[in-house]
């Protein structure tokens, strides 16, 4: 019934930050249409994309994920009128910062996708699941947390393998 | 130009030119208390130590006699004006001495609608520089004291306000310094650029001077500050530090007015407008938006259009 799974080396971690009007619609068709997508994306259902603060993304990273899917209704399509619109101009001034710090943007992907496009985000989500796979687990943000718990400073070789057993 | 020739150039700054500014506040801000016409004046009283400056809130006649003008008066005073400082300015009309990039703050609060225009006096200044947050020297401004945001100033001459002290003198053109570090930055491959930030961030202390010498940063509860959801870890280690500072320069996007106080007064010299700089240029790039010394309506990130790009999106 179900496709063949096919093992991989990494599974990586998706989240995706969706609005509850448009592509959580869109996501929900793709799952009662029975279309099949990578199991790694995570839906977290958000009234409208311009809710979703840019801070959700950084706090993604750091708390593990490798890929970040922000998703939304079409333009002019939004049920508050503009919410999408601001979230268009804040993430394209976001991208930029995070740009600029270093971040891969390949690992943060926005898209819309209305109700009516399941096929749309079957598409969007394996697209990027396989591009991040490709990349590997994304370690910026997780060193930065491991470094966070770590509280002493590497000065024996004891020390030294016991925090890379830990990476 | 080798690094001696060009100290040897000078900015050649005489001090007649802070005298006849320093004169010129004094004898307007005593003009408007005498008069009533404002309740108190925000300036700069000379400092303790030799050469230095202290922001003050003068109310009386003989307070405002001696305010004066320096190379040394790097805050901006906007910052006294914003409910983040509230309770420390008599009610009434106030009196507030703007260099240039303060006046875009002050803009800018307006456009927030944070202040009102006519609760205002502004002595604006035509100012020629003032010292980096490490002057060297004996107060002068030389072109090894002078800040890094005067260094590529475009707002030497203030506008809207309603007494202009002094007379700009001769400026030399100086080397963009700021500008050419953020080419360099930006020109660095990605992985590059992290380990460059990421070495930048883990310096931080989180003493939090970046956030309250921001006129912008006037939120009463600071989303940095709140746990339970936790947004950004609160103490000095890296992952809460590199996202103190992406977050707070996103804050600050298409708000901030360039005034380089968060960098000035940052006590492990991370350098702060750089990231400020990236966003404007970005911001003006996107949406030809750019901080002036008119209130403008509304933000860039306040107000969107149809035909946006989107070409991000997929």
């Known amino acids: 019934m179900h496709a063949e799974q096919v093992k991989h080396d990494f599974e990586p971690k998706v989240v995706a930050f969706v609005c509850t009007w448009c592509t959580y619609a869109g996501a929900d068709l793709a799952g009662t249409s029975r279309m099949q997508y ?10 409208c994309t311009g809710r979703i603060d840019p801070v959700f993304i950084l706090r993604a990273f750091q708390k593990g994920a490798d890929g970040v899917l922000v998703s939304g209704c079409h333009p002019g399509d939004c049920h508050y009128m503009a919410g999408n619109f ?19 943007l390949n690992r943060l992907q ?15 989500v394996t697209e990027l ?29 004891e020390l030294k393998a016991a925090y890379d057993s830990i990476t | 130009m080798n690094a001696k020739a060009q100290k040897a150039k000078g900015c050649g700054i005489e001090p007649a030119y802070y005298d006849a500014v ?18 108190a004046v925000i300036g700069y009283l000379p400092g303790r130590r030799k050469s230095a400056a202290v922001p003050a809130v003068v109310t009386t006649e003989e307070e405002a006699g001696r305010l004066i003008f320096s190379p040394a008066c790097v805050n901006n005073l906007s910052l006294y004006l914003t409910k983040a400082k509230k309770g420390i300015l008599p009610g009434g009309k106030i009196g507030i001495v703007a260099k240039g990039c303060d006046l875009r703050a002050l ?13 205002l006096f502004i002595i604006g200044i035509n100012c020629a520089g003032v010292q980096g947050a490490v002057a060297a020297g004996n107060g002068q401004l030389t072109e090894a004291s002078i800040a890094k945001k005067c260094r590529e100033c475009t707002a030497h001459t203030p506008e809207g306000v309603d007494f202009v002290a002094g007379t700009l ?15 360099r930055i930006e020109a660095m491959p990605q992985a590059e650029r992290w380990a460059y930030w990421k070495e930048q961030f883990s310096r931080c202390i989180r003493c939090m001077a970046c956030r309250q010498v921001c006129p912008f940063c006037y939120c009463e509860q600071c989303l940095c500050d709140k746990n339970r ?30 005034c380089a106080e968060c960098e000035r007064s940052c006590p492990m010299d991370i350098p702060l407008n750089l990231l400020n700089r990236r966003m404007a240029q970005e911001l003006k790039e996107l949406y030809d938006y750019e901080a002036s010394m008119a209130p403008q309506e509304k933000g860039p990130l306040n107000q969107y259009k149809e035909d946006d790009d989107q070409s991000f999106i997929k």
């Open chain 2, 107 to 119: 803009a800018g609060l307006m456009g927030e609608s944070q202040i009102k225009r006519d609760d």
């Open chain 2, 229 to 258: 959801p936790q947004a950004v870890e609160s103490s000095p280690r890296p992952a809460g530090n590199t996202a103190w500072h992406i977050v707070r320069a996103m804050h600050l996007a298409g708000r901030c007015a360039g």
């Open chain 2, 22 to 39: 320093t004169q010129a506040i004094r004898s307007e801000a005593v003009k408007v208390l005498k008069e009533g016409a404002v309740s």
């Open chain 2, 169 to 183: 003198p001769h400026l030399d053109g100086l080397t963009p310094l700021e500008a050419e570090e953020l080419a």
């Open chain 1, 129 to 157: 699941t396989e591009r991040v796979r490709g990349m590997g687990p994304m370690k910026e943000f997780k060193e930065l947390e491991l470094e966070e718990q770590w509280s002493a400073s590497l000065s024996t070789p």
């Open chain 1, 110 to 124: 926005f898209s819309w996708v209305s109700a009516a496009e399941g096929g749309k985000w079957v598409e969007v």
């Open chain 1, 86 to 104: 601001h979230a268009r101009r804040r993430f394209a001034a976001f991208r930029a910062l995070l740009d600029f710090v270093g971040v891969d």
């Open chain 1, 38 to 47: 990578p199991p790694n994306v995570r839906v977290l259902k958000f009234p």
